[in-house]
């Protein structure tokens, strides 16, 4: 099974507010990303966790706030978006081999976030 | 600087009419090129990892290949339900994947 899951579907929050977006797989991967995309575009990669640390993060505002609370479960805690920052947000999970090289990542459905 | 470059932009076929995508790429060190399947508004599917140049991998109507500069995904008497997105990307260092910018692939019946 390569499922990543991720809730909630869609999202639609002002200016002000705090949400979460949470991703979850049960693949024993221990590499956990998460990745920004605007329409037609390609993913950008956010963040990288990797054993449950932080191992990227590419310069993301901190108005995005990631978490791995265990080897399973991912989150990105967000407030005070800007409705530039509404787009598809995907979380993508891979095994971790030899000297931390990682694997082919497999993503979730996504969730669809407006920022009003 | 690690680059990805996929064309067509976009393409349009009839079905049962072969065509091939193709990714050419400028990296330091390859760690392996990946194909992907995005349907619009969700998360890529996974088709295909290469690793190294001369080597092919196949899945139904789709053909992966790689050579040192370039891959092509080709595809085999297609039919409407291949219309989507194809990204290709490639990993550079441990972890990272570069993504190109993708062809919209839309086969018409």
């Known amino acids: 099974d390569t499922e990543v899951t991720q809730t909630p579907k869609h999202l639609v929050m002002g200016m002000t507010n705090k949400k979460s977006l949470k991703c979850e797989q049960h693949?024993?991967?221990?590499?956990m990303y998460w990745y920004k995309q605007k329409a037609k575009k390609p993913p950008e990669l956010m963040f990288v966790?990797?054993?449950?640390?932080?191992?990227i993060n590419e310069s993301v505002p901190s108005r995005f706030s990631p978490e791995c609370p265990n080897s399973s479960l991912l989150n990105l805690h967000l407030h005070a978006l800007q409705p530039e920052d509404s787009a598809l947000y995907l979380c993508a999970s891979s095994s971790v081999a030899y000297r931390g090289q990682t694997d082919t990542q497999y993503f979730g459905p996504g969730t669809r976030l407006t920022v009003l | 600087e690690d680059q990805v470059t996929q064309s067509p932009e976009a393409l349009r076929l009839q079905e049962g009419e072969s065509s091939s995508l193709n990714c050419s790429y400028t990296v330091s060190g390859l760690r392996g090129l990946f194909w992907y399947r995005q349907d619009p508004g969700k998360g890529p599917e996974f088709l295909f990892t290469?690793?190294?140049a001369g080597e092919e991998k196949e899945k139904e109507r789709l053909k992966a290949t790689l050579t040192k500069k370039e891959s092509f995904l080709h595809i085999t008497a297609p039919k409407p339900e291949d219309s989507a997105t194809y990204l290709c990307a490639v990993r550079t260092g441990f972890q990272k994947l570069v993504f190109g910018t993708g062809t919209r692939l839309l086969v018409s019946p």
């Open positions: 693949m024993g991967h221990r590499a």
């Open positions: 966790y990797s054993y449950e640390k932080l191992s």
């Open positions: 290469l690793y190294s």
